[in-house]
């Protein structure tokens, strides 16, 4: 059987030793003769793994004691609402740092609410989002927030250092697609929101991290949306993702022993400037975004031709090199090198270019 490799951007690959352990305990939750997914959340059995898996991230992400750290439902997409809801509570005014689709989607959202004043403080529209915008302007008004996108999925942009303009200000982050992969100072953030299936587990668990003196200012909130509500229950206000908590505590441990977040982004940096030199040398493939902006976790490239673009992914696909094809939104293709992905199969992919290109060349 050929190996396969899987480039998906989300679901995503996981470690392969967290799904065997997985399925080593599947049958039998630390002896309990249960599956995970049978048990109470209110017993023993699952406040123990909720406890360490918190307990990880917080070590992992060097979390500080005055932020919650939340386990919630409804994915990314539902933050966009549940943040303005819960932190545009004085200004009624949110910026917004336009960087791509999920930047977009994140104003939209808080748009439909018809509560609050949101601006676009700054779009790297003008480049079709091929860069990012680096110097904000926020003209004197007075905002709860600015929101950004640290890791631009579709696009393949990312923050590696935070915009200037924005002293002060409480920044609110969406690190769906490079929580965990990139070093970030969480002090550096009121509020970090990521969905658990790109670089963290399975869907189903959405994490969010939050300063402790930013939550709680707003009553009448629906409770499932009401943070402090949900700190208060330790994110068990209702019945909360139990196989998508354990998964996520798994990959947690799984970090710690690959020696945790700078070492994941040295390797990250490995893999993808293996894949961004052969771009850049190639004569048929290119990347089209700004090198001192680019994804170490999610890299677009393009043939320029459409039909070549189509028969590739065909071929590659054959080759065991899966879910190449780049977001329908911009085309061409998309390799996505999360934490779990491992450097053979990015060499795997390059040996396949290379090929693929001396076969189609003057195409
Ligand atoms: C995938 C993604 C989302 C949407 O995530 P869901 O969990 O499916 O709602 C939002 N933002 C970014 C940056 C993403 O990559």
């Known amino acids: 059987m050929t190996k396969v490799y899987n480039f998906s951007a989300g679901p995503a690959v996981l470690p392969k030793e967290v799904i065997k352990k997985a399925q080593d305990e599947l049958t039998s ?19 123990e793994m909720f406890q360490k898996a918190e ?18 439902q409804g994915g990314a997409t539902l933050q966009f609402t549940t943040v303005p809801l819960n ?39 003008d480049s079709n989002y091929t ?18 996108t640290t890791n631009n999925t ?7 250092d935070l915009p200037s303009g924005l002293a002060g200000q409480t920044i ?38 939050v300063k402790r003196d930013l939550i709680g200012k707003v009553s009448n909130l629906p409770s499932m949306l009401d943070y402090k509500k949900q ?36 390797l990250n940096e490995e893999k993808s ?36 673009d189509e028969k590739f992914i065909a071929e590659a696909t054959s080759a065991g090199l899966l879910n190449l094809k780049g977001h329908r939104l911009v085309g061409g293709m998309r390799a996505s090198l999360y934490n779990a992905f491992e450097l053979e199969g990015v060499k795997a992919l390059v040996d396949f270019m290379k090929e693929f290109e001396l076969k189609n060349k003057g195409e």
């Open 29 to 47: 939750f630390k002896g309990s003769q249960m599956s995970v997914m049978e048990i109470s959340h209110r017993s023993s059995l699952y406040t």
């Open 55 to 72: 307990e990880d991230l917080r070590y992992l992400m060097e979390i500080p004691d005055d932020y919650d750290i939340l386990f919630q």
């Open 87 to 125: 932190l545009a509570n004085n200004y009624r005014r949110i910026g917004y740092i336009d960087t791509g689709h999920w930047s977009q989607r994140a104003y939209q959202e808080a748009e439909l609410l018809h509560k609050f004043d949101v601006d676009v403080v700054a779009s790297s529209k």
């Open 131 to 148: 860069e990012l915008v680096h110097q904000v302007e926020l003209e004197n008004k007075n905002y709860d927030y600015v929101h950004l």
């Open 154 to 160: 579709i696009e393949g942009t990312m923050y590696r």
């Open 172 to 209: 609110v982050a969406d690190m769906s697609s490079n929580i965990l992969g990139q070093k970030y100072n969480v002090d550096d953030f009121g509020l970090i929101y990521a969905g658990a299936q790109k670089n963290i587990g399975i869907a189903g668990l959405t994490v969010v991290i």
């Open 231 to 266: 700190a208060d229950k330790q994110s068990a206000l209702n019945t909360p993702p139990v196989f998508a908590i354990y998964m996520a505590g798994l990959v947690f441990e799984w970090l710690k022993e690959q020696d945790g977040v700078a070492a994941m982004q040295a």
């Open 273 to 308: 400037q293996l894949l961004y030199e052969y771009l850049d040398n190639s004569t048929l493939f290119s990347s089209p975004v700004k090198r001192e902006d680019r994804s170490l976790t999610n890299i677009p490239f393009v043939t320029g031709n459409k039909q070549l």
